[in-house]
């Protein structure tokens, strides 16, 4: 069974957030952190994983990941907060 996750990458400010889904987090979090892919996420300097949700369903992952983006900053935050209150690198983990 194939695994998706949806998941928010962060800047040492703490300021920014992008939100993206994947079928291979270890893989696409150390593209984040090695700037491999030109736009957002590199030009914000976005290398922190502060938040993932695991999904078995591509679709779910997809939808899930369009609510969040729709999200304000702020209920943003709270949800990085709920699982990680200290903004740790989750990839470090």
Not at 20 to 38: A, C, P, Q, Y
Not at 53 to 81: C, M, N, P, T
């Amino acid at each position: 069974m194939n695994t998706y996750c949806v998941y928010i990458m962060t800047n040492q400010g703490r300021n920014v957030l992008y939100i993206g889904v994947t079928n291979n987090l270890e893989r696409r979090v150390n593209e984040h952190k090695s700037d491999l892919i030109e736009g957002f996420t590199k030009r914000y300097r976005l290398h922190v994983l502060v938040y993932y949700e695991a999904y078995g369903d591509v679709k779910e992952a997809i939808g899930r990941e369009k609510q969040l983006k729709h999200w304000s900053h702020v209920k943003k935050v709270r949800l990085i907060e709920t699982l990680n209150p200290e903004w740790k690198d989750l990839s470090e983990e």
